[in-house]
């Protein structure tokens, strides 16, 4: 899949913004509308290493797994992952968070698949990449609302087996 971008302005300081996205447990409570199923891969969900398993809720849903490979505080964090049948499905999301204002950060994410089949590829023609943009808009405004009200829950998702 081509990549695509995708911006918001946060009004929450970058360091509140970092320390909320790098705890891979949190990412439920804003992607929830499309992401089932979600389970931690290990116990400890912050810092690199930390692991999410989920179904993505497109048509015939695919699991799919995130690994926080790079963080760079307080402003980058990159997800590798895979997706579909034996995970064939490469997949990268980036954050990078940049201030803006006075206390407000620019949330810029940025996320990719490279199609391994020409079903993965004929699933991405036949609307996987306008879906997956919609949904992912829906949770970085979802992402705003959680940070800029305060009510942040701590560890929305469990361990797996847990």
Not at 24 to 32: K, L, P
């Amino acid at each position: 899949m081509r990549p695509f971008t995708l911006e918001i302005t946060i009004d929450a300081p970058r360091e509140r913004v970092f320390a909320y996205l790098s705890d891979v447990a949190n990412h439920v409570e804003f992607s929830d509308h499309y992401l089932r199923d979600f389970r931690l891969e290990r116990l400890e969900s912050r810092g690199l290493g930390a692991s999410a398993r989920f179904r993505v809720a497109f048509g015939r849903s695919l699991w799919a797994e995130i690994v926080i490979r790079e963080l760079e505080a307080p402003h980058r964090i990159v997800l590798d992952g895979q997706a579909g049948r034996l995970g064939r499905i490469p997949l990268e999301a980036t954050y990078t968070l940049t201030p803006y204002g006075h206390d407000m950060t620019r949330v810029e994410y940025r996320f990719s698949t490279a199609p391994a089949n020409r079903v993965d590829e004929l699933r991405e023609a036949l609307g996987g990449r306008p879906w997956l943009r919609r949904q992912s808009r829906r949770a970085l405004r979802r992402l705003a609302e959680v940070l800029e009200s305060g009510t942040s829950s701590t560890h929305a998702a469990r361990v797996a087996a847990g």
